[in-house]
């Protein structure tokens, strides 16, 4: 299944941003889901995840306290609320899981 990732942009240091992962099927509310980010230059790297219902969350060191990774089983979706963004959280930003193919994923650029 390809995803669809939306709500990437710019944002000023310490601004906030709403990503979002869709696809069609029920692939994405049935799995353990979790988000990714590339930056230039650096391997992909897993921000957050979240298990299939929802009840447990795990968290990079750098996010924690300013992501929360959340889903909507019913409509196929998880989010990731990006709160206090700073100049190292630039990246294109990828869902992913079980039966989930790497999509476009969104750009967040961070200006200072």
């Known amino acids: 299944v390809q995803p669809v990732e939306s709500g990437g942009g710019l944002v000023q240091a310490g601004g906030s941003l709403r990503l979002s992962c869709a696809a069609s099927?029920?692939?994405?509310?049935?799995?353990?889901m979790g988000w990714y980010r590339q930056a230039p230059g650096k391997q992909r790297e897993l921000v957050a995840a979240i298990t299939s219902g929802g009840g447990i969350t795990n968290y990079v060191d750098s996010v924690k306290g300013r992501f929360t990774i959340s889903r909507d089983n019913a409509k196929n979706t998880i989010f990731l609320q990006m709160n206090n963004l700073k100049p190292e959280d630039p990246a294109v930003y990828y869902c992913k899981g079980p039966g989930v193919s790497w999509g476009q994923g969104t750009q967040v650029t961070v200006s200072s």
């Open positions: 099927g029920s692939t994405v509310s049935i799995n353990a």
